[in-house]
């Protein structure tokens, strides 16, 4: 039997319910590294793999009932859905309420507590990237993306995107991604780890459980995308390029 630490992160998240919430624990970067074993994400993450396998198997062995989806039996446009009803629309909603959030916090604490200056700073440009970059996803990729899948299911040719390639708008996510995940840690470490120091508001406390589950949603989010949906999404375009008639 294939040990978990041999096994990707995608392979475990699809056969370990929750496993992503084993990987955030210890800082894990799940959504960044679905096709390496599990062996070279900790060791990149500077974590010990023994402790994370056991963390695994525990919740392998559970007999707790799960509603969490296999996402990867399911179709691209069900992805896709879920992706921007659930994933961009909490976002989309928690963007909208931090900003005024970080400002009262910033007011009331921020003459003794200056991080609150910079952890504002850098939500902002997350927020704004994030929001141009959820829009560019469902004007131009996502509906490519399940144009695909309708041509494939009628076998019929694709018409070409602007962008000419699936790979194109991926690459550019994913990258984006990348730059989320990096904005994410500075304010995990501004906080320190969003633990809120005594004798605050209930506002600050407020504050810091909605980054973290922001942080959370966010790297499931980013996890879904890049790992399940765009890896699937590259491998349709193969295959719907194959029903385009010869020239």
């Keep these: 039997m294939q040990q978990q630490k041999e096994m990707t992160m995608l392979e475990?998240?699809?056969?370990?319910?929750?496993?992503?919430?084993?990987?955030?624990?210890p800082g894990i970067k799940c959504h960044c590294g679905g096709?390496?074993?599990?062996?070279?994400?900790?060791?990149?993450?500077g974590v010990e793999v023994d402790?994370?396998?056991a963390s695994l198997f525990v919740a392998d062995a559970s007999e707790e009932s799960t509603d969490e989806k296999v996402f990867i039996e399911w179709s691209l446009t069900e992805i896709i859905s879920h992706i921007v009803t659930?994933?961009?629309?909490?976002?989309?909603?928690e963007i909208s309420r931090l900003y005024p959030l970080l400002d009262k916090v910033e007011c009331e604490h921020g003459q003794?507590?200056?991080?609150?200056?910079?952890?504002?700073?850098?939500?902002?440009?997350?927020?704004?990237?994030?929001?141009?970059?959820?829009?560019?996803?469902?004007?131009?990729?996502?509906?490519?993306?399940?144009?695909?899948?309708?041509?494939?299911?009628?076998?019929?040719?694709?018409?070409?995107?602007p962008f000419g390639t699936v790979n194109t708008p991926v690459r550019m996510m994913m990258f984006e991604h990348d730059s989320a995940g990096e904005m994410l840690t500075k304010i995990r470490t501004l906080s320190s780890n969003f633990v809120c120091p005594p004798h605050v508001s209930p506002g600050f406390t407020t504050l810091y459980t909605a980054l973290e589950g922001l942080e959370k949603d966010l790297h499931q989010h980013i996890h879904l995308e890049?790992?399940?949906?765009?890896?699937?999404?590259?491998e349709l375009e193969v295959e719907v390029k194959k029903l385009e008639a010869p020239v």
């Design 12 to 25: 475990l998240d699809l056969r370990v319910p929750g496993a992503t919430r084993h990987f955030e624990a």
């Design 112 to 161: 003794n507590h200056p991080e609150l200056s910079t952890i504002k700073s850098v939500f902002h440009q997350l927020g704004e990237e994030l929001k141009v970059h959820m829009m560019k996803e469902e004007r131009f990729l996502f509906p490519y993306v399940i144009r695909m899948e309708e041509a494939m299911a009628q076998r019929r040719p694709c018409i070409r995107p």
């Design 51 to 53: 402790a994370v396998e």
């Design 226 to 234: 890049n790992n399940i949906l765009f890896l699937k999404a590259i």
């Design 35 to 45: 096709t390496k074993p599990l062996t070279d994400t900790c060791a990149v993450a």
């Design 86 to 93: 659930k994933h961009h629309a909490f976002t989309r909603s």
